[in-house]
């Protein structure tokens, strides 16, 4: 089975940098990913890691340690539409690739 | 070109009744998944669907079944609806051996 922990709420100022953590525990594990979801609407697509070390996509950057189980996303310049919730999900190799979701963590942007 | 579509958009059912959601992915992507999201938690697997066989199952009961067309889109069946049923139902569609998966605006039902 998966495990899968992220904070439920945070809360961060407009133009500050904000850290969203993730831990995992998996069997077969095949990549990490981080999804933005705007309340109603569907997920989208932020990143994927698979091997240790940091990705970096413009504002958004994520980082993996497979070792720790440990994955975390960062959001630089933070702006008020980045008020959403941020979905990390682990995928399994062992079962198909299927992607098992964390509970996502609900970030409040404030000016 | 046209992302994931899903239909309907809502439904409102009661329990008991029956219940067919459709998910048409993609163009060129053969693969589909179908995840249940209940407010205020992150989406759960409930199938995946490759090439009209199913890939994966998740942890649902047997109320739940799918199938995918010759033309890749696919539906989700929910029989003998409970109120825990009520939820968003997402459908995402990749090409095999990509990474991102894409969601559709999913389906949101509510059981009475």
């Known amino acids: 089975g998966q495990n899968i922990d992220q904070p439920t709420e945070m809360t961060a100022t407009e133009g500050a940098i904000v850290q969203i953590n993730c831990t995992y525990q998996?069997?077969?594990?095949?990549?990490l990913f981080w999804y933005q979801q705007h309340a109603g609407e569907a997920p989208t697509f932020l990143s994927y890691n698979v091997l240790d070390g940091l990705e970096e996509k413009g504002r958004f950057s994520s980082f993996l340690s497979r070792s720790k189980g440990y994955s975390y996303l960062l959001l630089k310049e933070l702006q008020m539409k980045d008020s959403a919730s941020y979905l990390c999900?682990?995928?399994?190799?062992?079962?198909?690739?299927?992607?098992?979701f964390g509970g996502g963590t609900r970030l409040m942007v404030k000016p | 070109d046209a992302g994931v579509t899903q239909s309907p958009t809502h439904l409102i059912k009661t329990r008991g009744q029956q219940v067919t959601l459709r998910c048409s992915p993609i163009?060129?992507?053969?693969?589909v998944s179908w995840y249940q999201q209940v407010l205020g938690q992150g989406p759960q697997f409930i199938f995946q669907y490759y090439e009209k066989e199913e890939r994966g199952r998740g942890n649902f009961p047997d109320r739940f079944s799918a199938r995918q067309f010759p033309n890749y889109s696919s539906e989700l069946n929910v029989n003998a609806l409970l109120l825990g049923d009520s939820a968003l139902y997402l459908c995402?569609?990749?090409?095999?051996?990509?990474?991102?998966?894409?969601f559709g605006p999913g389906t949101r039902l509510t059981v009475l």
């Open positions: 995402a569609s990749s090409l095999e051996g990509y990474n991102e998966q894409f």
């Open positions: 999900a682990v995928r399994d190799g062992n079962a198909g690739n299927m992607l098992t």
């Open positions: 998996t069997s077969g594990f095949n990549g």
């Open positions: 163009s060129g992507h053969k693969s």
